[in-house]
Structure formats: structure tokens, C-alpha cells
């Protein structure tokens, strides 16, 4: 199969059986049963196996070519390409979407990859982002680089915790409010539900990407957001083996609004597509329209495919997500009230400690912890920095959070080298931060490991 035969005119629609099978669909069951049963089914091409197996085809065979003609135009249910859906990636998929929530799922080749194909199936050349100013650095580059090169303007809200200050950013032009539901590195909690209500009121969709809260710990679209972004290569994955992503959509959000001037909020949706035979994929899908698009027309086209052996790899980590979790959770909590207390150490954030802005909502979104990244402020600058990270011995030197095993990063060197002092301090980036991930170890150790690199600092 070509890739021009693969992104055909009419619609090839992935076999999408019942969200969950029975077992996961009952209301009593809990996130851990869930964890491990939604989606388990894998469809019509399984074999009863327990475990989503690993499909490793590039396409799937048709039976006829009435078959093979009813599966491009949409009339009939099958696999096509794996670029558009593969059995192990809509397993994950539909676990995914499980966890969080949601109706509709889909997975990609990395969380960048999730970012860039949720926006780009709300944005276009002229339209207007509203993000929060405290976001993972790569997400702020791709909106204010990239984005840009594409007309598409961006703006990022200082105050992230002041509906006000989202409100006064809005332009009519503005398609897409984007804030992390705990931010990287500083460990903010955002009010999911006062920002959706501001991005409701403007007709427009809230993207929250929930990477280092995970489901276990938050569920966005039950607090109001639309859509929901992750890399799959942090805490859902959760053992630094694959990279991968997902936008998980949530239900409600009219994609087919008009605004004030009686034009279409989202043309790409509700005007006519030559794609689609003149039919829009409003008409054609309904409230799916959007996560339909974004499968067929942002990610199959822009191709972030994610390897059905990646796949298999998340979906492995996601069955431990909520014991890894609660373990990451009491470790850093534990942690960080230490730190805060030792003398070598001028500031800790995180939103389980009382002194922090974000703990009254930590208290109100995240009752199962606050995550287990942190970011603690030597008193000693860059040089203390430097020699802490060098005495550690449990946790490893790298930029990449969420693995079982503890990691160490100095943001104001690495991930936010290229920024200004003063934008750096505005991110609570200062010469003596470090940003720890803490894993799985005993916390004896972490604390062993920690207070001996403090005592070299
Ligand atoms: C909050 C957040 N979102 C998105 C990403 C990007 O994910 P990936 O590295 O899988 O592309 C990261 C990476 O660190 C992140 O921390």
C-alpha cells in the first residue's frame, strides 16, 4: 500500500468496538481494576488474547474489494493502514480513554506529538492560542516558534491562577485556551474548572496537558476541560523505555458554534470537505467530529505514528499506573517537607507543602497527592547546584521525569539555557534549582542519597 492510497479521499474508519469491555464498564469498578481490563478487547482480528499482542503490520488485508472500497469510504469497520489505526495502538486507545474519561482516544509518537495534533486540529493561520505562561519548555517553544511560522499567534497568561488574567488575553480571534494541570517544573496546580469556565464562555475548548498528574491523580474533562494531552513517556509508561503520547477528547463542546459575527468557530469542522464528499465531519460524526478529524486529517496527514511495540510498552506501564503512582506521591510529599526544613535548601515547590501557592488547590483537584516532581533551590546558586547533582548517586543525571528510578536535572542549564534570567525567575528557575523526579526507591534511600549530595553541595 502506498501512502497515497493510505490517506484516502473518503474515510477509513478504524474498528472502534464498545469503549470498554464489560467488566471495565461497570460503574463499580475501581481505576486500578480499570487500569488493567479497559480495553482489553482486541477486536476483531484477537485471538482471546489476555494481553493486547504486538501487531506489527504496516497494513491490514481486505477480504474483497467491495470490503476494501466499504473500508475507505467509511461504510464498514476494519483496520487499513496502521499510519490511521492499528489493533495494539486502539487498545491503548481505548484504555486510555477509559482512565480519563473520555469518548475518543487517540495515540501518537510522543507527547509533542499529542500537543502539536490536538492544536492543530483546533488552529489555523490567523487564529489565536491563550496558553499558560508555565508550561514544559518544549510546548512554549513549539507554540512561539513554530506555531508562529504557521500565522498562528500565541500568548501566554502570567497569572495562570486568575481567571481574570485569561480573560483580559482573549481575543475574538482566540480558538484554544492550553495550561498544564500541574506544571513542569514548579509543580502548579491549575484551577481546571475556572479556566474551562473562561474558555466556555468564549465558546472555545480548554487543553490541558496532564502528563504529571496522570488520571490516577486528576481527571481534567471532569472538571470542564475538552481535551486532554499527555506524554505517555513519563508516569503512564512510567519506566523511561518508550516515548509516546495521546490526546484523550472529553464530551459536551458544540465544535459546530458560530461566532459573534455568524462565522464558523471551526470551519475545519462544520464547512463542507472535499475529503469528505462535500460532507463536513460535523455532519458526518457529530460531537466525534473533532477527534475524527484529528485522527484522519491532522495526525494521518502529519504522520507522528506511534510504533505498535511502543504501544505495548505504555499499555504495560499504565497497568501499574496507580501503585507507582501513590508510591512517587508519598515519596516526593515525604521529601519535600524535608528538604524545605534543611539548611542547605532555600526553597521547595511543591503543592503538597503549606507554603505553597498551589496548596489550597492541590487540597481542592489532587486528594491522592501532588505529583513527584519537584523543584528545589539551593542555597548556594549554580555552583551548589552543580556539585549536589555530582554527589547523587541513586538518582540519575538526565532531562526526563516520571521513570520508577529517581532523576536530577539543573533547568537553569539545560531546558531553560536559552531563556532570559528574568524570564527564567519568572518560571521560578533560579541558579540553584534543581528539578527532581522521584521514583519508585525506598524513600530511606532518596533521603540517604539526597542528604549526602547536600552535605558535597
Ligand atoms: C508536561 C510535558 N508535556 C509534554 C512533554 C513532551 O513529551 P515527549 O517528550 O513525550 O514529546 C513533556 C516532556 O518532558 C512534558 O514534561
Not at 486502539?90 to 469518548?103: C, H, K, Q, S, V
Not at 487564529?127 to 505562561?133: E, Q, Y
Not at 481535551?227 to 490526546?247: D, E, I, N, P, R
Request: aromatic fraction near 6%; charge should be negative.
Amino acid at each position: 500500500m502506498t501512502a497515497q492510497t493510505a490517506t484516502p479521499r473518503s474515510l477509513p474508519r478504524p474498528t472502534q468496538p464498545a469503549l470498554l469491555p464489560p467488566v471495565a464498564r461497570e460503574a463499580r469498578y475501581g481505576f486500578t481494576t480499570q487500569q488493567v481490563h479497559a480495553g482489553a478487547d482486541t477486536g476483531p482480528v484477537g485471538h482471546g488474547d489476555r494481553v493486547a499482542p504486538i501487531h506489527v503490520s504496516a497494513g491490514f488485508r481486505f477480504e474483497d474489494p467491495d470490503t476494501a472500497a466499504a473500508r475507505f469510504s467509511g461504510e464498514a469497520d476494519g483496520f487499513v493502514y496502521s499510519r490511521i489505526a492499528n489493533p495494539t495502538t486502539a487498545a491503548l486507545e481505548r484504555r486510555l480513554a477509559a482512565l480519563e474519561g473520555g469518548a475518543d482516544a487517540l495515540v501518537v509518537g510522543s507527547g509533542q506529538a499529542a500537543i502539536t495534533t490536538a492544536l492543530l486540529g483546533l488552529l489555523q493561520s490567523g487564529d489565536h492560542l491563550l496558553a499558560s505562561d508555565h508550561l514544559y519548555e518544549g510546548s512554549r517553544g513549539l507554540f512561539s516558534e513554530n506555531f508562529a511560522r504557521f500565522g498562528i499567534e500565541v500568548d501566554f497568561v502570567e497569572d495562570h491562577a486568575d481567571p481574570a488574567a485569561w480573560r483580559r488575553l482573549l481575543r475574538p480571534t482566540t480558538r484554544a485556551l492550553f495550561a498544564e494541570s500541574l506544571s513542569n517544573p514548579r509543580n502548579e496546580v491549575l484551577d481546571v474548572a475556572a479556566v474551562a469556565g473562561v474558555a466556555h464562555a468564549h465558546g472555545v475548548p480548554l487543553v490541558v496537558d496532564n502528563t504529571l498528574a496522570t488520571p490516577y491523580l486528576l481527571r481534567p474533562l471532569e472538571h470542564g476541560a475538552d481535551v486532554v494531552v499527555h506524554s505517555a513517556s513519563k508516569f503512564l509508561s512510567g519506566h523511561g523505555t518508550a516515548l509516546g503520547g495521546v490526546v484523550v477528547v472529553g464530551r459536551g463542546f458544540d465544535w459546530g458554534a458560530h461566532d459573534d459575527g455568524g462565522a464558523p468557530r471551526f470551519p475545519q469542522l462544520s464547512e463542507p470537505s472535499a475529503v469528505l464528499g462535500g460532507r463536513s465531519w460535523a455532519d458526518l460524526h457529530g460531537e466525534r467530529c473533532y477527534a475524527e478529524h484529528a485522527r484522519h486529517h491532522v495526525a494521518a496527514r502529519f504522520g507522528p505514528v506511534l510504533s505498535p511495540f511502543n504501544a505495548f510498552l505504555v499499555q504495560q506501564g499504565v497497568e501499574t499506573l496507580s501503585l507507582r503512582m501513590a508510591q512517587h506521591c508519598r515519596s516526593a510529599a515525604l521529601l519535600a517537607a524535608w528538604l524545605e526544613r534543611h539548611p542547605a535548601v532555600e526553597r521547595v515547590d511543591h503543592a503538597s507543602l503549606a507554603s505553597s501557592p498551589s496548596h489550597q488547590r492541590a487540597r481542592r483537584y489532587l486528594p491522592r497527592g501532588s505529583g513527584a516532581v519537584l523543584a528545589v533551590t539551593l542555597r548556594g546558586g549554580a555552583p551548589a547546584a552543580r556539585r549536589f547533582i555530582g554527589a547523587l548517586e541513586l538518582f540519575s543525571h538526565m532531562t526526563h521525569l516520571g521513570d520508577v528510578r529517581s532523576l536530577v536535572v539543573h533547568p537553569a542549564s539545560t531546558t531553560h539555557a536559552h531563556r532570559t534570567e528574568a524570564e527564567r525567575e519568572r518560571a521560578g528557575v533560579h541558579p540553584g534549582t534543581v528539578r527532581l523526579s522521584v521514583g519508585i526507591e525506598d524513600v530511606e534511600d532518596l533521603q540517604a542519597d539526597l542528604r549526602r549530595a547536600l552535605d558535597a553541595a
